[in-house]
């Protein structure tokens, strides 16, 4: 459920059992859900029709998921779910690197995917960020967390998810270190792994799209994590 009522969900997957099996799990937990099978189709879904969220595997007939994911981000911020080979961490950095919000490891318990799902969701539809300060300036760059709107130097900045939730747990620590086990469970509500290497793809990212405009730097502190310094 989001704030304009049930979520919307594409899955694009190949595999026709599994996505049958998916969609009726989908929808039995409230979501509302539309299926295709290739890349193709996907970026003319996406294209024509408002979807909340899509579970998109990177095994695709044709175009490929990642090459999917990065034509669905010329334009759209949608969030996205990639579903990759378990073990497979070329992919899901891969992923990553293109604005994927987060990923999936098949097989997959569908529990878990509609966690990780309703995680995302959370973080796109800003419904958490309500309570307590809502502002934030550092430098050029300003943070309305109830708009979700990043501001540098006046300019939009266009940011996943789950960069936006980076930013915003950054900015509300007011300049303190934060671990990535902290930015782990704030930013993708799981615990992090000392092999997972989301976070650090979240803030590679967001750290290019900062540097375009002179926007704050995020520092690395070794053995620790990361931190926004709160003045610059």
């Known amino acids: 459920m989001t704030a304009h009522g049930?979520?919307?969900?594409?899955?694009v997957d190949d595999d026709r059992d599994l996505t049958a099996m998916l969609k009726a799990y989908l929808e039995g937990e409230g979501f509302?859900?539309?299926?295709?099978?290739?890349?193709?189709?996907?970026?003319?879904?996406?294209?024509?029709?408002?979807?909340?969220?899509?579970?998109?595997?990177?095994?695709l007939p044709g175009i490929s998921g990642s090459e999917v994911l990065r034509r669905i981000r010329l334009s759209s911020n949608v969030a996205v779910i990639m579903l990759t080979a378990n073990g497979d961490r070329?992919?899901?950095?891969?992923?990553?690197?293109?604005?994927?919000?987060?990923?999936?490891?098949k097989p997959y318990f569908p529990r878990e995917l509609v966690a990780r799902l309703r995680a995302v969701l959370r973080r796109h539809d800003g419904a958490h960020y309500g309570m307590g300060r809502t502002r934030f300036r550092i430098g050029n760059?300003?943070?309305?967390?109830?708009?979700?709107?990043?501001?540098c130097s006046l300019e939009p900045?266009?940011?996943?998810?789950?960069?936006?939730?980076?930013?915003?747990?950054?900015?509300?620590a007011a300049g303190a270190v934060m671990s990535k086990d902290d930015l782990s469970q704030q930013v993708?509500?799981?615990?992090?792994?000392?092999?997972?290497?989301?976070?650090?793809?979240?803030?590679?990212?967001?750290?290019?799209?900062?540097?375009?405009?002179g926007?704050?730097?995020?520092?690395?502190?070794?053995?620790?994590?990361?931190?926004?310094?709160?003045?610059?």
Do not use: C
């Open 141 to 151: 760059m300003e943070v309305d967390s109830d708009r979700r709107i990043v501001t």
């Open 32 to 59: 509302v859900v539309s299926v295709v099978q290739s890349g193709e189709e996907a970026l003319s879904e996406v294209t024509a029709d408002q979807y909340d969220a899509i579970i998109l595997d990177v095994m």
């Open 215 to 232: 926007g704050p730097p995020i520092e690395t502190v070794r053995g620790v994590g990361y931190r926004m310094p709160d003045k610059q």
């Open 6 to 11: 049930p979520a919307r969900i594409l899955i």
């Open 157 to 172: 900045l266009d940011l996943t998810g789950s960069e936006f939730a980076l930013i915003l747990a950054f900015v509300r």
């Open 90 to 105: 070329v992919s899901r950095a891969s992923g990553l690197e293109n604005g994927a919000d987060d990923y999936v490891p």
């Open 188 to 213: 993708l509500h799981r615990p992090w792994q000392p092999y997972d290497r989301s976070i650090d793809m979240h803030v590679s990212n967001l750290r290019q799209k900062l540097a375009l405009f």
